[in-house]
């Protein structure tokens, strides 16, 4: 079939995101909020039991176990205002983290489903570490693995490709949600990266699930798309477009189809549909 995402759409309205999607989006989003709170909490707790083991302030200074948690709650008095402190500076970072979760969680799912399809397609695969920059065999445990991923490396019928996530592609400058690579992780250098033609697909993946934010996720994946159109025109090259949305409202669905209808996206799925994600994720892995 030339046109993929008619594997899994009909029309516009199959992309919108229903109340269902929404409501799971935001239980998602609420349990994702606690698993991150946990060790701060942990952490509260511990403080308050060391601190009460003093019974003057200044006896504080004298336990080097907790001198890293007394740092940023300097100056206030004892115990429930000291642990009260170290919440509300720990809430802080949390609050910093907790502005890109969405983000976070759909490239977590849609690695997830990715990874289950090599699964089952019986394809050696490595993946990239976020953290150490190192490649490395995928485990046959991988379960939480997506937590710390990067990017993934597969073999299928002599060929190889890479997919890495949140890359700035050199001839433009801009990051970039997904990119797919025509090559194997071991040979994907700063000189391929600027290679238009190394490029086998471009995705942005929005993973806001909050329908008042939908329109201005949509801009700023259909900027990023217009700018990889362009980029890639430039050099004479035409690699694969695609985009998977969580909010997908009415309006922003009708123009996504017609960017489909029109061969400007190859393909496009809603985060909240598993079959969608099924779909696009097996088109992605056979390019």
Known sequence: ????????????????????????????LALERNRRATPYVE?????????????????????????????????????????FRFLLTRGDTLGGSMRNIGGFMAQKKLTRSIIAHLRLAGKTCKWLHSETDVWADLPEDDADIELHLRGLCWESRGKSRTLVYNLTVPFFRNNVDLSLFDCSADVLTKDVRGNPAAYIAL?????????????????????????????????????????????????????????????????????????????????????
């Open 1 to 28: 079939m030339n046109k993929p995402y008619l594997f899994h759409l009909k029309s516009a309205a199959a992309l919108e995101t229903t109340n269902e999607g929404v409501h799971a989006g935001f239980a998602a």
């Open 43 to 83: 952490q509260a707790r511990a403080l308050k039991y060391a601190a009460l083991q003093a019974r003057y302030p200044t006896e504080l200074l004298e336990m080097p176990d907790i001198q890293a948690a007394l740092v940023p709650v300097s100056g206030v008095n004892f115990v429930e205002e000291l642990v």
């Open 203 to 287: 995705g942005e993946l929005k993973g806001g699930i909050d329908p008042a934010g939908a329109d201005e996720h949509w801009k700023t994946a259909r900027t990023a798309l217009d700018r990889i159109h362009k980029a890639f025109a430039k050099h004479r090259v035409k690699p694969h477009t695609f985009f998977i949305g969580a909010a997908i409202e009415a309006k922003m669905a009708s123009e996504i189809w017609t960017l489909l209808e029109r061969g400007i996206l190859e393909n496009a799925a809603n985060l909240t549909d598993e079959d969608q994600i099924a779909s696009i994720t097996r088109w992605l892995c056979s390019l």
